[in-house]
């Protein structure tokens, strides 16, 4: 059986539902038949609504029927990682500390994706309070495993919205990242997902973890798919501080235009001097800037600060603000966290004001470095992950600390920036590239990645997990 | 690690003050990890250090007060 080649992306289920040709509830149907047939081996959701997403297809069937096509995620099935409020239902992080928790609000983008008339699926698992570096069995809810490799890490922290995607269960799906936490399941899992630039998706609604990182945004199949959701998710919203009033671009008219004459800068030395990745790593992102450079753009490399720089000011100020936040539960409710979070969180108690004061400093200079770069390239490339997928197991307390962490220059930078499918190791879990651009240019970063996808041609592989 | 190459803040008594100012139970087995990681924490903040920064440099984030959109126009 092999129901996953059945699972279109958003972009095909969207055509086919405008022009009449598939009912929202036919498609929300075969991915509840595939949620019923190996969520057991997956694990990618907290709750599933099952009956809820029924009943929002047939709507959706009836108003399309009368005329009333909302958009290209009308009808489509997309579920959401379970930090995002909703009204009516517990919002845990995997937490026992919120097992009981129940916002009154919905988040923004909840609302958002509600509007353009989006089939609510469930909850995604998620590591633990959002704090990423590896899963943990001592959550609420056991670990989301890879679809890939069912004993490999699906990556986090956004682990179950990249392994629902992946194992067909849904077309779309909603992530947070302050830390690499879209970007590196996205990677993780061979899927496409985006951090857009901080502010332009709201965050309102969305259980913090850093009040300097936190983003929201799409997960999907490809860079298509991550368009037309980002396309509902932007846009100001006066409950989010951090939220800016800019326009919202169409993102997706301009996928298509290729990328001839766009000059992108390739950050080799991250995952080649800084950190010497596998050569499979190296091989596929390398094949990336050729790829884009076969294509008509100028690709040169570019000289950044080394990636310790950057991963040590994201390593001060995570935990800091991570602490800061749970600091009076950590007191009172210290049973209730899982080890490997609490200690993380810890982490945070031991950086003083002046360590956090000297990091913001440092990543003022390190931003002013990306700006360079970002005024000289219109994107720049580099590396989603720098090992081979650990284990789901790895028992490492704090790996983050000894790793250099990848995604983080984007974090502290603010910049958008783009995970999507690079190449596979050669034992079959695939590799990630990112792509950055500037503040509020989603659309380049967007059509580089799009261009290149179809190019490639590596998306046509799907996992084989369901013998 | 000779305690004079020791980095400035890497020491017993600044962790277990800190942990103890957390006011946070931290279990035996706990604060062998925490004390390794502190280690590696207190380098990567040293990293931070610059040297040669001006110090007038600021810091992020900056708040910037908007002005009320009537005055924008």
Redesign the interface.
Known sequence: MKMVQNVPTISEAAKKIQKGNLMPSALTENCLTRIEAYEPKIHAFHKIFSDEARAAARQADNEIKAGGYRGPLHGIPIALKDVFYMKGYKTTSNSRVMKDFSADIDATVVTRLKDAGAILMGQLNTYEFTFGGRPTFEALFPPARNPWNLTKSTGGSSSGSGAAVAAGFCLGTLGSDAGGSIRTPAAFNGIAGLKPTFGRVSAYGDMPLSFSFDCVGPMAWNSEDCALMLQSLAGYDSQDPGSVDTPVPNYASGLNEGIKGLKIGLIRHFYTGDFEAPYEIVKAIDGVGQTLSNLGATVEEVQLSPLNDWHAVGRIILPAEAYAIHEKRLQTQWEEYGPLVRNRMMLGSLVRAVDYIQAQRRRKELLSEMETALSEFDVVVTTAMLTPTPPLDDKAPFPFLDVPMIAVPFNLTLHPCHTIRAGFFDDGMPIGAQIAGRYWDEATVLRVAHTFENEASLLSLRPNFES | MEKENLPL?DDDLI?EG??R??????SKD?KI??R???S??VK??E????TG?NWE?????VYIPKPPKEETK
Do not use: H, W
């Open positions: 803040n962790f800190l942990i100012a957390s006011r946070v139970p931290v706990e990890a925490l390794k990681a502190y590696t924490l990567l903040s990293m931070t250090r610059k920064r440099m600021g810091m992020l984030p």
